[in-house]
């Protein structure tokens, strides 16, 4: 690691610091709030993780020069990605540079707003299988039953074929306990040594998961078809210097990193979506109105999503309030940042979420209100202020995607019931669960009006 400029000051460290442990059991156990207690400490702080120093920027616009303006300099992505490579491979999410943006090059058009649109029947298919089951007065656990809409939309999408229902039933299946184990392997390392029954059934679903995905590209190799799923588009992506495919071992990792990111943050922001709609009537009734006003008594089409309005209002505060809690970075070569100067090799950690509730920049912060998304209200947002899909060079390629995938849901649930919250119940995000609540079981009222 190159050394920092001594003449300038040295980053304050934020009150907490425990000896041999740091501040990792505080971010383990407070998770946002101490991501917002640094944001109201200083621009940059620095917090510890055992006794490795990670830099928490907590600056709008010193962000946009980590993201967008000066990524170069910031284009490494930490240590906790690095640990999730060596089970997800070099994907999308975890490579990095010129590879990164090869690889985003190839995969655009996986993601192009027209293929998105293609999807949504399945969408809707799915989502409106899943919550047919639901019956009034049903206590359902909502974060269990977002998951297995976002799982199966996530694996129809990738594999669409005949030949690919095998590997929709194994993603239902092995994709939570991956995702539960990549989890721990990054936040709690030693752990993932120990021979416990939670890494045993880790181990077994990664080994069925790269099996399931091997026989899918042989298969999809075999067949030549382009199917009208990802999966046929990363097999047909050619680089456009060279002409050359994407490699089989390439394609899984892709295949990987699709699957267990659009399931987590899809399934986050669906679930929260649900907290804040039993929450709250006034929206509840708002976002019924618009979807009677537009689709009448007809199932929710391509056609019909930038008609909602409302609903995409309601949904843009969820993923204000609740996505992506926290991120990181890499130094590649010594900075200065907010007065301060970073070393090549420094981590940077910073909370969109932190930032999003940051009252210099958001009015009344924490209420949950749709309609600041008005246009005009929208405008006084900074740009570099609203990063629920991340910004600059690595911001997520299934942005569009995961927006289209949250309307159809939400369109289809609530032409159809409403959500209660169970009395008495508290609800409160997991760091341990990346954000996702504690627990969200929820009422299921038939829709009588």
């Known amino acids: 690691m190159v050394a920092a400029d ?16 740091g501040h990792a059991p505080l971010l383990m156990s407070q998770g946002l709030r101490l991501m917002e207690r640094a944001r109201d400490t200083a621009p940059v702080v620095r917090i510890y993780l055992g006794r490795k120093p990670v830099h928490v920027v907590n600056d709008a616009d010193l962000l946009r020069r980590v993201l967008v303006t000066d990524a170069s300099a910031f284009a490494g992505k930490g240590p906790l990605v690095e640990k999730a490579k060596l089970v997800l491979g070099n994907g999308i999410s975890c490579s990095t540079g010129d590879f990164n943006h090869r690889q985003r090059r190839l995969m655009q058009p996986a993601f192009h707003k027209e293929r998105v649109a293609g999807y949504v029947d399945v969408m809707r298919a799915i989502a409106g299988e899943r919550i047919a089951r639901w019956r009034d007065g049903d206590r359902v656990v909502m974060e269990q039953e977002m998951r297995e809409i976002a799982l199966t939309v996530a694996a129809k999408a990738l594999f669409a074929s005949d030949i690919g229902r095998e590997a929709v039933e ?62 046929s588009m990363l097999l047909a992506a050619r680089d456009e210097e060279t002409g050359e495919p994407m490699p089989d071992q390439q394609v899984h990792a892709e295949v990987m990193t699709i699957a267990t990111a659009a399931t987590e943050t899809t399934n986050g922001a669906l679930v929260w979506a649900a907290y804040e709609l039993g929450q ?21 089409t391509a056609a ?9 209002r309601f949904l843009t505060e969820v993923l204000r309030l609740y996505a992506m809690w926290v991120l990181t970075r890499q130094t ?16 940077i950690m910073f909370s969109p979420q932190a930032i999003h509730r940051d009252p210099r920049i958001y009015r009344d912060p924490l209420r949950f209100d749709p309609d600041r998304w008005l246009p005009e209200r929208a405008a006084e947002v900074p740009r570099n202020a609203f990063l629920p899909f991340g910004s600059g060079r690595y911001i997520c390629i299934g942005e569009q995607f995961a927006m289209t995938e949250m309307l159809v849901v939400f369109a289809t649930l609530v032409r159809r019931l409403r959500l209660r919250p169970v009395p008495g119940h508290v609800v409160k995000p997991s760091v341990a669960k990346g954000g996702l609540p504690n627990s969200l079981p929820m009422v299921v009222e038939s829709r009588r009006t």
Request: aromatic fraction near 6%; charged fraction near 30%.
């Open 6 to 21: 001594r003449t300038k000051p040295e980053v304050p460290v934020l009150p907490g610091r425990l000896p041999i442990a």
């Open 170 to 231: 194994e993603f239902r299946t092995s994709i939570p306990i991956a995702v539960s184990g990549v989890a721990v392997r990054t936040m709690m390392p030693a752990l993932a040594a120990l021979p416990t029954p939670g890494n045993r059934r880790f181990d077994r679903a990664l080994f069925r998961l790269h099996q399931i995905i091997d026989r899918m590209i042989q298969a999809y190799r075999r067949d030549g078809v382009d199917h009208g799923d990802v999966l």
């Open 280 to 300: 709250r009537e006034d929206v509840e009734r708002r976002l019924y109105e618009e979807l009677t006003d537009v689709l009448s008594d007809r199932p929710v």
């Open 304 to 312: 019909d999503l930038p008609k909602l309005e409302y609903t995409r």
């Open 332 to 347: 590649t070569r010594a900075v200065e940042l907010g007065g301060y100067a970073l070393p090549a090799g420094a981590t």
